[in-house]
């Protein structure tokens, strides 16, 4: 439940993400997520910082055991 609206604060936040180019996709699985998006530069610098103070309003922060960054690009 303590994630409760990490989505809607991430649609509110970033709105026209689409109409820009940039994607994002969450999955949710009980006390965790997953963030994806096909940007690295925006998720680190725009949208790790909403998530970061999302959790922070919640007593809680992001676990540097458990984060893991990834990229893929285009292949």
Request: charged letters at 30%.
């Given at each position: 439940?303590?994630?409760?609206?990490?989505?809607?604060?991430?649609?509110?936040?970033?709105?026209?993400?689409?109409?820009?180019?940039?994607?994002?996709?969450?999955?949710r699985?009980?006390?965790?997520?997953?963030?994806?998006?096909n940007?690295?530069?925006?998720?680190?610098?725009?949208?790790?910082?909403?998530?970061?103070?999302?959790l922070?309003?919640?007593?809680?922060?992001?676990?540097?055991?458990?984060?893991?960054?990834?990229?893929?690009?285009?292949?």
């Amino acid at each position: 439940m303590t994630l409760d609206g990490l989505e809607a604060k991430l649609a509110e936040k970033f709105p026209k993400a689409t109409q820009t180019g940039l994607k994002m996709n969450m999955v949710r699985y009980a006390d965790d997520f997953h963030i994806t998006g096909n940007s690295k530069k925006w998720l680190e610098n725009e949208v790790k910082p909403v998530v970061i103070g999302f959790l922070a309003e919640r007593g809680l922060v992001l676990s540097p055991e458990k984060r893991k960054n990834t990229y893929q690009g285009r292949v």
